[in-house]
């Protein structure tokens, strides 16, 4: 509590300037699951084929809350351009025109990733493999997304920033430790990183234009944590039910 009311006692100094406040933004990615010990250990080849189902099978329930936390983000913007930027990370996970090669989206994507590591479409669509704290957290994540300000809101998002390089390594060493999953079953993680790239220019402009002063810059930095804390937590519950 001291250390935090320390960094907050210069909220009545100027804004930090665009560069410096991205910068303290992109620090928050000491905090992203990607140095979670579950996901070390997944990539690093410490999981077994049941493990990864139920990180699959968990993680599915994350995969079909995105379009709904984007849609209700999408209802709160007044401005048709913002519009027409955010809609598109809609489709990227739900999809368009048929479900056969890029049009597939994001959702159909891990389906098939599903089905790579062993599970069948319609036990993953059951969502029977859920555990009640990832659908809490999900579920509390789509709430904020409502009813925040759409600023705000798109704050949360930023956790894009640091996703590639989650995709990345997952590319990089899961042919390797689990040669077992269908390589075709990858192309989820290979899709998001152009994805994530692109969605992270809209929703750092959104950002550094809105919170334009200290103490709102320290609003933001908190939002982005709550979302890590999202992230995080939904590991945890994950690893437990691996146990």
């Known amino acids: 509590m001291e250390i935090a009311q320390a960094i ?8 930090w300037s665009p560069e410096a406040f991205e910068a303290q933004l992109r620090d928050k990615g000491r905090s992203y699951h990607i140095h979670h010990p579950f996901n070390v250990r997944m990539n690093s080849g410490g999981c077994t084929p049941d493990e990864i189902r139920c990180w699959v099978a968990n993680r599915f329930y994350y ?13 709160n913007m007044p401005d048709r351009a913002h519009r027409r930027l955010w809609i598109e990370r809609i489709l990227d996970h739900d999809g368009h025109g048929d479900y056969e090669g890029s049009a597939a989206g994001g959702i159909e994507a891990w389906t098939r990733l599903g089905e790579a590591v062993g599970i069948s479409r319609e036990d993953l669509w059951s969502l029977q493999g859920v555990v009640p704290a990832v659908r809490f957290a999900c579920d509390a994540y789509v709430n904020f997304a409502a009813k925040a300000p759409w600023q705000e809101a798109v704050c949360s998002s930023l956790t894009e920033m640091f996703a590639p390089q989650i995709h990345k390594d997952r590319l990089a060493t899961w042919p390797t430790h689990y040669p077992w999953i269908e390589a075709s079953g990858l192309a989820y993680f290979r899709s998001r990183i152009p994805l994530a790239t692109r969605d992270v220019e809209h929703g750092l402009q959104v950002t550094l234009s809105h919170f334009n002063t200290r103490e709102a810059q320290h609003h933001a930095l908190d939002i982005l944590q709550f979302k890590l804390d999202i992230l995080w937590t939904m590991l945890d519950a994950i690893e437990k039910a691996c146990q």
């Open 8 to 15: 907050r006692n210069d909220s009545h100094l100027p804004a």
């Open 63 to 75: 995969q079909i809350c995105i379009p709904r936390k984007d849609a209700v983000i999408l209802a």
